[in-house]
């Protein structure tokens, strides 16, 4: 890797039209007043920044599942997966990974499977670290169901700020660990629901890189990860 390569990154589609915006305040702000231009280049330069969709090295070992989403573990919960799935009315367990508008914002697939439903609900948009935001937020979720016929569900979650979420698959298609599926514009969260008998192997306040963090291992015998914050 060449050292450029590890502060310029490359920009995800989705945000060409955002940063062209910016760049056209920017230039405005410049002719009517210096220091305004310079705050309008700053606020530019971070609009890239949110876009950004670096290469990720993705774990390739069966069973291994891995992070969504850039960010912190905020929540390990046991919960009911969104009705709109079909998953059952049982609790699993759910490892919520808050986002904020500093990270990463382009959601990966968290393990391999085939994608048996896609269901988007309107909502509110509380903050997305909040315990409510699963249930009263907008959101888009998605059943996974992997090679030994369990299913996983992903759920992409609106935040105080965020108002757009995207998703790129349908029911049927088929999905790669770590590959994209979506986004979701200015702070969000995304909550992963593990099949029955499956234990997170991450903690509270653990920081996850999308593609790359192993959160669980499936059909392979591991208690749930202890941590301690020092």
Not at 51 to 74: T, W, Y
Not at 124 to 134: G, I, M, P, T, Y
Not at 178 to 184: A, D, N, Q, S
């Amino acid at each position: 890797m060449r050292m450029i390569d590890t502060v310029i990154k490359p920009m995800h589609p989705e945000g060409y039209k955002f940063v062209a915006a910016f760049a056209v305040v920017t230039a405005l702000l410049f002719w009517i007043w210096d220091p305004l231009g310079w705050l309008g280049l700053g606020l530019t330069v971070w609009c890239y920044y949110f876009f950004r969709d670096p290469k990720r090295s993705v774990p390739e070992n069966a069973g291994l599942l891995v992070s969504p989403a850039d960010g912190v573990v905020s929540l390990i919960e046991r919960a009911v997966p969104p009705a709109e799935l079909g998953m059952g009315p049982e609790a699993l367990v759910r490892v919520s990974v808050f986002m904020s508008v500093f990270n990463c914002h382009v959601n990966r697939a968290p393990i391999a499977g085939k994608v048996t439903a896609v269901a988007y609900r309107p909502g509110k948009f509380f903050n997305a670290s909040l315990d409510k935001a699963s249930e009263e937020n907008e959101r888009n979720a998605l059943a996974i169901e992997v090679a030994d016929g369990r299913k996983v569900a992903v759920v992409q979650i609106a935040g105080l700020v965020a108002r757009r979420i995207l998703c790129w698959k349908k029911p049927g298609d088929g999905v790669r660990t770590g590959e994209r599926f979506g986004l979701i514009r200015f702070g969000s969260r995304l909550d992963v629901y593990l099949p029955e008998g499956v234990h997170p192997q991450v903690a509270l306040g653990q920081t996850m890189v999308a593609g790359e963090s192993v959160i669980a291992l499936i059909g392979q015998e591991a208690p749930a990860r202890v941590a301690r914050v020092e």
